[in-house]
T-cell receptor, first 113, second 113 residues
Framework: NAGVTQTPKFQVLKTGQSMTLQCAQDMNHNSMYWYRQDPGMGLRLIYYSASEGTTDKGEVPNGYNVSRLNKREFSLRLESAAPSQTSVYFC????????????FGQGTRLTVV | QQQVKQSPQSLIVQKGGISIINCAYENTAFDYFPWYQQFPGKGPALLIAIRPDVSEKKEGRFTISFNKSAKQFSLHIMDSQPGDSATYFCAASNRGSQGNLIFGKGTKLSVKP
């Protein structure tokens, strides 16, 4: 039982490059989330998907897009990476209700140079 | 912006001592208050959670104290151990309106042997 799996674990991008962070969960959860974690800032919600086929902006959505490919997968895309997007990105999922226990992946450490 | 304020930012405790981390919230509609534990290089994991109909919840050495009138809740770690050294996040949500988890900024706990 893998839980929430994120790929890649590490990535270095040049400014202006694009990339997609992948996330998959095997817990049959409806809700999925993308957070970024920066020193002293805690976990800030980028986008979330309350159910398959729906996505909504969180606290810090600028510069990102998401796709809820199916119930298991939720991807985060950076179209034109900027140094300000250097961060650790976490995908999470939660069960039938939003706002309940969230299960997190191991994170993707992204550096934009 | 709904907020959860967490203090202190960092905490150093001797082995065997009590670690106390505090959080305060603004939105009286919040009805779920979890604490997450995060080790370096890992994603956050749920440690313990409480609902506002109780004032205290204990699981092993970890206790949440909840003060509804003051809109505050705290995590107490009894007999702190070096293995407890991690970053701790409080969070809150309004499950009734399917609100997302709002996280505090985190407390880095170091337990000295």
């Amino acid at each position: 039982n893998a839980g929430v799996t994120q790929t890649p674990k590490f990535q270095v991008l040049k400014t202006g490059q694009s990339m997609t962070l992948q996330c998959a969960q095997d817990m049959n959860h409806n809700s999925m989330y993308w957070y970024r974690q920066d020193p002293g800032m805690g976990l800030r919600l980028i986008y979330y998907s309350a159910s398959e086929g729906t996505t909504d902006k969180g606290e810090v959505p600028n510069g990102y897009n998401v796709s809820r490919l199916n119930k298991r997968e939720f991807s985060l895309r950076l179209e034109s990476a900027a140094p300000s997007q250097t961060s650790v990105y976490f995908c999470a999922s939660s069960g039938l209700s939003k706002g309940t226990e969230a299960f997190f992946g191991q994170g993707t450490r992204l550096t934009v140079v | 912006q709904q907020q959860v304020k967490q203090s202190p930012q960092s905490l150093i405790v001797q082995k065997g001592g009590i670690s106390i981390i505090n959080c305060a919230y603004e939105n009286t509609a919040f009805d779920y208050f979890p604490w997450y534990q995060q080790f370096p290089g890992k994603g956050p994991a749920l440690l313990i959670a409480i609902r506002p109909d109780v004032s205290e919840k204990k699981e092993g050495r970890f206790t949440i104290s909840f003060n509804k009138s003051a809109k505050q809740f705290s995590l107490h770690i009894m007999d702190s151990q070096p293995g407890d050294s991690a970053t701790y996040f409080c969070a809150a949500s309004n499950r009734g309106s399917q609100g997302n988890l709002i996280f505090g900024k985190g407390t880095k706990l170091s337990v000295k042997p």
